[in-house]
């Protein structure tokens, strides 16, 4: 499934996000309601009814360009004083940008490369309702 489109999933015990993950939020509702369908109520949620949300997934990690550039004037500074004295004070917005999207591109390459997303399967819930167990009860 894709990152871009809209995703719902189904919460029945009202701790853990873990169930499997929908296109549509009718979908997410109709599994919910066929996962508790021979159980009683209070098994699950301690009502009749039970959460459907949308996804959110992470973002990658990225890397902060500006503390980097502090870190290593830092470092140059602990390890030859002077000439880490405000060493990067004159990089412009626009260096920086440019270094946010060199260093940034070749981080995702790398992740990529190396299969070592740690944001992968890791999401938020949002829009998150309440369902009835039964169609047409509130």
Request: aromatic content about 10%.
């Amino acid at each position: 499934m894709s990152k871009n489109k809209e995703q719902w999933t189904y919460n029945t015990d009202d701790e853990y996000w873990n169930n499997e993950i929908y296109d549509s939020k009718e979908d997410a509702i109709a599994a919910g309601r066929e996962n508790i369908k021979d159980d009683e109520p209070d098994y699950y949620y301690e009502s009749s009814h039970f959460s459907i949300g949308k996804l959110v997934h992470l973002p990658r990690p990225s890397i902060d360009v500006e503390g980097l550039l502090e870190e290593l004037g830092d470092r140059l500074y602990d390890e030859h004083e002077q000439a880490g004295e405000d060493c990067f004070k004159n990089v412009s917005k626009e260096q920086i940008g440019d270094l946010h999207e060199t260093l940034n591109s070749a981080l995702n390459k790398w992740m990529d490369k190396h299969n070592l997303d740690p944001t992968r399967g890791f999401f938020t819930v949002e829009d998150i309702e309440e369902v009835p167990f039964e169609e047409g009860v509130n």
